[in-house]
């Protein structure tokens, strides 16, 4: 009887294109896949699972939100038979077949404007790449900074991701002696009143922010790194996350407004580093110029 029953609901889902199954029936095991996702500049979200050919039935979960514009296709876009398993996400019931499965959907209600900040509490545990806009090149995930080379790609992906478009990007100057140091700032929060403290390696400002992201882009010849990072006289986690051979970006993220203290490993000296270099050369010349005179 239980095979009767199976032999006709694949006969009903085969007969049409598209069928839904209502309940919690569940056919088929998980489907062998990855999933690309693009966020547009207008925050427009396109997915696709690629599912890989399979010789048994399997079945998708799609991404949760509210989706549309749904497709299932072969890999030249001719449309296939599948079932849909009506539930909370809605599964995709893929037929066997020994090519690529292409399962392509638009996906709203994702994504939530947070003072500023788009963010995506994100789960499927599934492999995932993600491809941004051109105008966003910077990206938190769990808060931790990456700055895009391409995509991202998210394995067994669980996250909280976050970015802003456009990102307002800034400089401050530091001034010491008779010279000017931009730092690049890279933050929704305002900042303001950079000064340098070179007798104790410090680079201090106040901010007024609401747990606002704050990456700065330090020469390395002003203030060297390692980094600690004090907000209101409290150290607090910071991530140097880019490095080259002069400048380091530096990531941190004060809950709300107040002071930050950055201490570096070393600081520009009083004097230009090659005044020392030049004296030691004087003072050669001089004692060689000395014991000629004295040979004399």
Known sequence: MRKLILLIIILMVISYPSTQ?????????PAKQT????????????????????SSIQQVNVIKGTLSNLSVTDENGNE????????????????????DIFIKYDLADVLVLENGRWTWNFRYLVET?????????????N??????????????????LEYVIDEPVTLKNIKWEDQEFPITVRTLA???????????????????ADNDPITLIIPLVLLGNPYEVYFNEEKILKHEFLTNET?????????????????????????????????????????QLKNKLNLR
């Not at 038979?81 to 539930?87: I, L, R, S």
């Not at 490993?265 to 004087?282: C, D, H, K, N, R």
């Open 21 to 29: 199954v209502f309940g919690q029936i569940l056919i088929g095991k």
């Open 35 to 54: 999933v690309d996702i693009s966020i547009s500049e207008q925050n427009n979200v396109h997915v696709i699972h690629i599912v890989k050919p399979s």
């Open 80 to 99: 296939i038979q599948y079932a849909k398993v009506e539930k909370e996400p809605l599964g995709i019931t893929i037929f066997p077949k020994d090519k």
């Open 129 to 141: 790449d993600f491809y941004f806009a051109d105008n966003v090149d910077l990206i938190y995930v």
């Open 143 to 160: 808060s931790n900074p990456v700055f895009l080379d391409g995509g991202i790609k998210c394995h067994g992906c669980q996250m909280l």
């Open 190 to 208: 305002e900042l303001d009143s950079f000064t340098l403290d070179q007798s104790t390696k410090r680079i201090f400002f106040n901010i007024t």
């Open 247 to 287: 400048h380091v970006w530096l990531n941190f993220r004060p809950e709300t407004s107040g002071k930050i203290d950055i201490i570096g490993s070393t600081v520009i000296p009083e004097f230009p580093f090659f005044m020392p270099l030049a004296l030691g050369i004087a003072l050669i010349l001089g004692i």
